[in-house]
Structures are given as structure tokens and as C-alpha cells.
């Protein structure tokens, strides 16, 4: 197990939902659901300890929160933004080594980035920053990812591309994904399981292929 | 590798500055009459206690001004910060103007301790009332409203004071590197040495702050200390360079600009030294030219020559 979750209560001051009970598995991806403002964000903030949790436990190897939403420096390079995921491993000064260098040129070589290392992330387009976003969590060799959104603003053939990279990324190198979206067919998809936000504050789990009947997009309907 | 050359490039031409300044001068002499056989007793007093404290003044401020506008830059994320915004400038001038037009004095330095004494006072209120609140932006805010306050203070001490002592404060204003001493060159060496390491040892943190906060905590920095260090650090750089040398706010803001240009790196073990050897070398190369004011020429010379260079390196930087 990477990732557990006991009887946690999440949120700011008021918990958004019953204490829940949560574990991730390596090699799986689960696809987080809810409407707006049901508490995705929080849940995987609290998950990936930038929030404290009101209740209950986490435990977890090592975990990193992907946003695609950030908007890095002007002046930053694709090389100079996945070299970031290095910086846990090195030292105050912050030097790289040649092993750090040769995990870099790995994740920008297995998200198809090596040809634009050089390119001010700026200038990317949306799927191409989503990649490099990627990129920098693989370097920083997490064993949990968590992402939040990551197609917001992805057309649909570039979703199609990054949800086959999580569950490549999950099958092939065993971490544990667990990523928030709206988009119903990606989760069924690519998903091996669906966490959902139903309503009410409660929060249930099933198999992707089961979630349709077991009622866990019931919400999605008014 | 072509960084490391271009570093080794900027290192050079800083020792040229520092050879040169040290040797060209009014009164001209050659290195045999200060330290060889037959060395003078006059040619060794300019040496001392002119042209040493006025190179070390040069390079020590222009590298405090520069790397502490580098690390505020980064730390607000806004690429007009420099040094100043934080209200230094206005407290070290509320202590000349207390010290030179009120007749008040602090500490065994004069008009330098006083102007010492200002900035920190300021620089500590700053920091205590923003450190109430959670946002970085609220710094600015605070500092640039003290800075008003205190600049309005100044202005009623300038109301009522003689044209004598006005004159003496409004030199003061125009920035100098030959009112360091010879026994103040320890002094100073420290204050810049202390406030260097402070952000010399942020730099995994300066790297991540780009992205914001979460990011960095994210990549398991810890934000919250290495943001007091910084701020502390870059405060103590500012209020050095301003209580010996004079509010010089142009360096501050644009040699970052300027070190960035030069070596096309975002990355601050790149950046922060070419930002200090260009913020020593510039202020050598303005002290070199002593009969002017420092700020006139700073801003005249400085202003038309960085921006050349921002415009010739924005064909791969869009600014």
C-alpha cells in the first residue's frame, strides 16, 4: 500500500465529509470525482500534507502534487522546471549531480520533451506544459502522484494522451495515481477505480467498471 | 559549461576594476612607493585610506544592492522590487536627516550609524507588521506606506533647517563610495558577508519560489523559514549599503535584470553570482569617476547601457 487514509476529516475548520477511509494501491489509478466545490482540491492537498488534517490519519510514501495550473517564471526553461523535481534530493545550494542529470534527461525523454528542453515553459501550449508538468513529477521519483484536474484545459485528443501516460506511468513503474476530473468518460476509461463525491458528504468508492451501477454517478444527473 | 566561462569572464573583469581602481587616481603613484623600498608615507595614506575603502565600498555595496533586488524580485515575484521597497531607504534617510539637520546623534559613527540605526528600526517595524499577515504582497504595501510616513518626517526636518546642513544632507542623498573609512572596512565586510550567506544558503528555495509557495513546500522546502532568512538577509544587504554608501536604488532594480540578460539562466546558482560580480563591477566603474555624484551617474550612464542590453537579449526574452 502507498497511500492510506483512516477516518479522515478534511476541509478548513468544517470537515466536507465523513470521516473516510481511502487507500491506493501501487500500480493503480484512481479517478477522483465530485461537483465543484465538494472538496477534490482539499482531499488531495490533505493527502499530499500542504493542509493539515482535521481527523484521522495518513500515511503515505513518498507523494507529489501535480498542478497543471501553475504559471512558472518567464524565464524558466523546460530543463531549468524538471530539474526543480531534483531540488528534494539535493542540498541547500542546490547542485545536481550527474545521477540527478541522467533522472532529468529520463522524464524529459518519456514525456517526448527533450527536443524542446531548452524552450521557455511559457511558450508551451497547454498540452505541452501538462507534459512538462509531468515530467518534473517523475523526476522527483514519487512513488503516490496526485493530481488535480490535469485536462481542464486539454483538448479531447491530448486527454486521451495524458490519461494513457498516468496509467502507463501506474503499470509500468507501480505508483499509485489518484487523480480529480470532471470528465466521466476518462475516469471509466482509464481509471482501475472511481472515488466519488455523491452528495451529502458521502464519499464512496468502486471498481471503474462497477461505478455506473453501484449509483456512484447518480449526482452527476439533477 | 558556457556558463562557467562566462562566470570566469565576469570574475576576471571585477579583478581588472579592483586592480584598476585601486591604482588610478588624482595623485598618480606606482605599487613600489606603497609597498616597495621606496614606499612614501603620503603614497601609502592615499592608498589606505582613500582608494582601499573606497574599492572595497564599491564592491561590497554594489554586490549587497544587487543580489538583495535579486532575492526580493524573487521572493514577491514582481520584477520591479528592488532593495528599497521595503522602506530601508526612507529609514536610513530619517536618520541622516535626524542626525544632520535636528542635531541628533547615534552611535560613535555619525551620519553612518545613524543612518544604520534608521534602517533597521524601519526595516523591523516592516517586518513585524507584515509578519501578521499570511500574504508576501502585504510587505510591500506596508513598506512602501512607512516609507511615506517616514518620508514625510524628513520632509518637515528639511522645512526647518539651515541651507548649510540641507547641503550636507542632499550630498548624502546623491550616494558616495568615499565616505567609508579605513576602520569601517570591517564593519561593512561583515554586514555584506552575513547578509550574502543568508541568501546564499536559500538557493534551493529561490529556485522553487518561482512557482509559488505550495510548490515549494511541495518539493519539501521548508517556505516559512527560508522566506524569514531571505527577507532578513536582503534587509541587512540594503541597510548596509545604504547607511555607508547612500541611497543607490538604481543598482538594486536593474542588475538582475542585467545578470539575467547576460547569461539567459533562471537558475540561481547561475544567477545569483553573475548578479553580484555585475553589481560589484558596475559600481567600480561608476567609482571611478569621482568628482561626479553617484546617483546622476548611475542613472545616466547605468539606465541607457542596461537597457541597450535588455533590448539586444530580448529577441530570445520577451520582457
Same mark, same amino acid.
Given at each position: ?9 478534511? !476541509? ?21 470525482? !465530485? ?188 | 559549461?558556457?556558463?562557467? *566561462?562566462?562566470?570566469?569572464?565576469? %570574475? ?20 613600489? =612607493? ?26 561590497? =555595496? ?5 543580489? %538583495?533586488? @535579486? ?6 515575484? +514582481?520584477?520591479?522590487?528592488?532593495? &528599497? ?29 545613524? $543612518? ?20 508576501? =504582497? ?19 526636518? *528639511? ?5 548649510? =546642513? ?10 558616495? &563610495? ?17 547578509? @550574502? ?9 529561490? +529556485? ?7 510548490? $515549494? ?32 536604488? &538604481? ?10 540578460? #547576460?547569461?539567459?539562466?533562471? +537558475?540561481?546558482?547561475? #544567477? ?22 553617484? +546617483?546622476?551617474?548611475?542613472? *545616466? ?19
Amino acid at each position: 500500500m502507498l497511500l492510506k487514509a483512516e477516518k479522515l476529516e478534511f !476541509g478548513y475548520k468544517e470537515p466536507l465529509c465523513r470521516p473516510l477511509d481511502f487507500s491506493l494501491a501501487s500500480g493503480e489509478v484512481v479517478a477522483l470525482i !465530485g461537483a465543484n466545490g465538494c472538496g477534490k482540491s482539499s482531499l488531495l492537498k490533505t493527502l499530499g500534507g500542504l493542509v493539515p488534517p482535521l481527523g484521522g490519519k495518513v500515511w503515505a510514501s513518498s507523494v507529489s502534487l501535480v498542478r497543471m495550473g501553475l504559471t512558472p517564471p518567464e524565464t524558466m526553461t523546460v530543463e531549468e522546471f524538471v530539474s526543480l523535481g531534483r531540488s528534494p534530493y539535493s542540498n541547500f545550494l542546490d547542485g545536481r549531480t550527474h545521477e540527478d542529470l541522467l533522472i532529468i534527461h529520463e522524464a524529459l525523454a518519456m514525456m517526448d520533451l527533450v527536443g524542446m528542453a531548452r524552450k521557455k515553459v511559457v511558450h508551451l501550449s497547454d498540452g505541452e506544459r501538462s507534459r512538462v508538468f509531468l515530467a518534473e513529477a517523475i523526476a522527483q521519483q514519487a512513488q503516490v502522484l496526485l493530481l488535480d484536474e490535469p485536462n481542464a484545459f486539454l483538448d479531447i485528443p491530448r486527454s486521451h494522451f495524458l490519461f494513457r501516460t498516468l496509467r502507463k506511468l501506474a503499470e509500468e513503474r507501480g505508483l499509485g495515481i489518484l487523480v480529480s476530473t470532471h470528465s466521466l468518460e476518462y475516469a471509466e476509461r482509464y481509471a482501475h477505480k472511481i472515488l466519488s463525491f455523491t452528495g451529502l458528504g458521502n464519499v464512496e468508492c468502486a471498481l471503474a467498471n462497477e461505478a455506473r451501477q453501484k449509483g456512484l454517478f447518480d449526482w452527476t444527473e439533477i | 559549461m558556457r556558463l562557467r *566561462i562566462g562566470l570566469l569572464c565576469l %570574475s576576471f573583469l571585477l579583478l581588472l576594476l579592483i586592480v584598476f581602481s585601486l591604482l588610478w587616481g588624482p595623485t598618480g603613484f606606482g605599487w613600489s =612607493s606603497v609597498f616597495g623600498s621606496a614606499s612614501s608615507p603620503v603614497a601609502q595614506h592615499i592608498f589606505y585610506h582613500i582608494r582601499l575603502p573606497k574599492t572595497v565600498a564599491a564592491v561590497l =555595496s554594489g554586490a549587497a544592492l544587487s543580489v %538583495s533586488g @535579486l532575492a526580493l524580485q524573487t521572493l514577491f515575484r +514582481n520584477p520591479l522590487c528592488g532593495p &528599497f521597497v521595503l522602506g530601508i531607504s526612507s529609514g536610513a534617510s530619517l536618520g541622516v536627516a535626524l542626525s544632520l539637520l535636528a542635531g541628533l546623534t547615534f552611535g560613535c559613527f555619525g551620519v553612518l550609524s545613524s $543612518a544604520a540605526i534608521g534602517a533597521l528600526v524601519v526595516t523591523i517595524f516592516v517586518m513585524y507588521v507584515s509578519s501578521k499577515f499570511e500574504r508576501a =504582497s502585504v510587505l510591500l504595501i506596508v513598506g512602501l506606506l512607512t516609507g511615506y510616513f517616514v518620508d514625510g518626517f524628513v520632509s518637515l526636518l *528639511i522645512a526647518s533647517s539651515s541651507a548649510e =546642513s540641507l547641503k550636507v544632507y542632499v550630498s548624502w542623498g546623491m550616494g558616495s &563610495f568615499g565616505r567609508l573609512t579605513f576602520e569601517q572596512m570591517g564593519i561593512f565586510s561583515v554586514a555584506v558577508a552575513v547578509g @550574502l550567506l543568508l541568501i546564499a544558503v536559500s538557493i534551493r528555495y529561490l +529556485n522553487a519560489a518561482g512557482l509559488g509557495d505550495e510548490f $515549494a513546500k511541495n518539493l519539501g522546502i521548508n517556505v516559512g523559514l527560508y522566506k524569514r532568512m531571505v527577507i532578513l538577509g536582503a534587509s541587512i544587504l540594503a541597510a548596509a549599503a545604504t547607511s555607508f554608501c547612500g541611497p543607490v536604488a &538604481f543598482v538594486g532594480i536593474a542588475v538582475p535584470h542585467l545578470a539575467y540578460a #547576460l547569461t539567459q539562466s533562471s +537558475n540561481y546558482r547561475v #544567477l545569483l553570482p553573475a548578479t553580484l560580480l555585475c553589481g560589484s563591477s558596475l559600481c567600480l566603474l561608476a567609482g571611478l569617476f569621482t568628482t561626479l555624484p553617484l +546617483n546622476a551617474l548611475l542613472s *545616466i550612464v547605468g539606465v541607457p547601457m542596461i537597457l541597450w542590453v535588455l533590448i539586444r537579449s530580448s529577441r530570445n526574452w520577451r520582457l
